[in-house]
């Protein structure tokens, strides 16, 4: 279910996933509003499950994790209890930076850092190799990474 956003909603998450770490007042400069306004405004935001966190973005390749691969994999058996074991295992590795399940050809996709091709390797021993409900996996090495976010495009269109 879609959250209710207005104008000031919408300015103020713009705000927001440009600069998490902006205080109260300068986000309420911004947009017109007091800081408690502006207070109420992300209580309510949060309640309603629109924000669901505060993050800081850092540079991986600065704290030895300079390469990200995406990996395809492709599960044996999609009995919920097989798939809910499998994600369990990807999502609790610190190297998964995100894990996706989806359609198609592939059923997981999974973003992961790491320190160099060793380390993947090992990880793919552990997390694909050795589980019995993974057939097959592909990998894919980012070269370059033009865009890396999260940010949701922001509009009153939708």
Request: charged letters at 25%; proline letters at 3%.
């Amino acid at each position: 279910m879609e959250a209710s956003l207005d104008e000031i909603d919408i300015r103020l998450l713009d705000a927001l996933q440009s600069d998490a770490r902006l205080p109260q007042s300068a986000l309420g400069a911004r947009v017109g509003l007091s800081t408690a306004a502006v207070n109420r405004r992300l209580k309510r935001l949060t309640a309603a499950g629109v924000i669901t966190g505060t993050a800081v973005t850092v540079a991986p390749e600065k704290l030895g994790r300079p390469v990200r691969v995406i990996a395809q994999v492709a599960v044996e058996s999609e009995q919920l209890d097989k798939l809910d074991a499998l994600s369990s295992a990807l999502t609790a590795r610190p190297e998964v930076q995100q894990c996706y399940y989806v359609a198609g050809e592939w059923d997981f996709i999974v973003i992961l850092l790491v320190k160099d091709m060793g380390e993947y390797t090992r990880l793919t021993r552990e997390l694909f190799f050795g589980n019995d409900n993974v057939r097959r996996f592909n990998t894919h090495v980012v070269m370059d990474a033009p865009k890396v976010g999260l940010t949701v495009a922001l509009t009153r269109d939708w």
